[in-house]
């Protein structure tokens, strides 16, 4: 077991939990071990994993806990092993902090991430919302994907449940052509959502672009908007690619929690392999 992050009550300790708590070693420097729970295709940790365990490391630096931004430049590939993360704070304000990590393996740096901190408890502004959450239908009405599918090596995989409507069309080897997509997602073991595992979770999905028949893709850089702490439960989330241009392309995902509250908003900038 151990404690939320804002000091409440006790909570057990899930994977992603384990694997993304980095350790303080030194003024200013953090020490995580990275696990192959988080690989995809490419058989490195899922950036979004990464990006995650960065921005817990900049959290620990803040006086203000709520990351409210993150902007992650992935150099390198990563792979299972130590890492260290070297923590820079930026500024300190009183409604907002900002600082950088730079995450290394051995003499290189695979991935710096500029966070941007706030407290929501204390942001009392404007509130309006134009865009509505997808109309899904119960995720108990919908299918698991890769229920009865085995993905060798990708256990990122076993690690997120996705309820779809129906497959999509390059699972059943017939690519749509439109590279979108709306569905549920959650942890598979039970761990509810939260605003650190978001940036995770935002990449967790495999690719809108494999609706074109493009496979696979790497994430070149993946910035996240935090705008609320998620509700427990499902995650709606709706994912797009509009543009493919020289072999590179972006990634749109909202996310919206049980309540219909978004809670998300993410692009990244991919290049096809």
């Not at 959290?59 to 990351?67: F, I, K, N």
């Not at 997808?134 to 990708?154: F, H, K, R």
């Not at 494999?210 to 696979?216: H, I, S, V, Y």
């Amino acid at each position: 077991m151990s404690r939320d992050e804002r000091g409440g009550s006790e909570i057990p300790d899930y994977l992603f939990d384990q694997d993304s708590r980095p350790a303080q070693v030194a003024p200013d420097i953090f020490a995580v071990q990275l696990t192959d729970r988080w690989n995809t295709t490419s058989g490195d940790p899922n950036g979004g994993y990464l990006m995650a365990v960065g921005v817990r490391a900049l959290q620990q630096q803040s006086e203000l806990r709520d990351p409210l931004v993150a902007s992650a430049f992935f150099l390198r590939p990563g792979a299972p092993g130590p890492a260290r993360i070297h923590v820079e704070t930026a500024r300190k304000g009183r409604r907002t902090s900002t600082g950088e990590a730079r995450m290394r393996q051995g003499d290189k740096e695979i991935l710096r991430v500029v966070a941007t901190f706030a407290d929501l408890d204390q942001a009392d502004g404007r509130t309006l919302s134009l865009a509505a959450m997808p109309d899904l239908p119960s995720p108990d009405e919908l299918i698991n994907p890769l229920a009865d599918i085995t993905l060798p090596g990708v256990t990122v995989a076993d690690r997120v449940e996705c309820r779809v409507t129906q497959p999509p069309g390059w699972l059943r080897g017939q690519p749509s052509g439109d590279p979108s997509m709306t569905f549920w997602m959650r942890f598979a073991d039970g761990r509810e959502p939260d605003l650190l595992s978001l940036p995770f979770l935002a990449d967790a999905a495999y690719p809108a672009v494999m609706e074109l028949g493009e496979f696979p893709s790497a994430t070149i850089e993946l910035t996240i908007h935090l705008r609320n702490r998620p509700a427990p439960g499902w995650l709606a989330c709706q994912i797009t690619t509009r543009r493919l241009t020289g072999g590179f392309h972006e990634e749109d995902c909202d996310i919206w929690d049980s309540r219909g509250t978004l809670v998300a908003q993410s692009r990244q900038l991919a290049i096809l392999h």
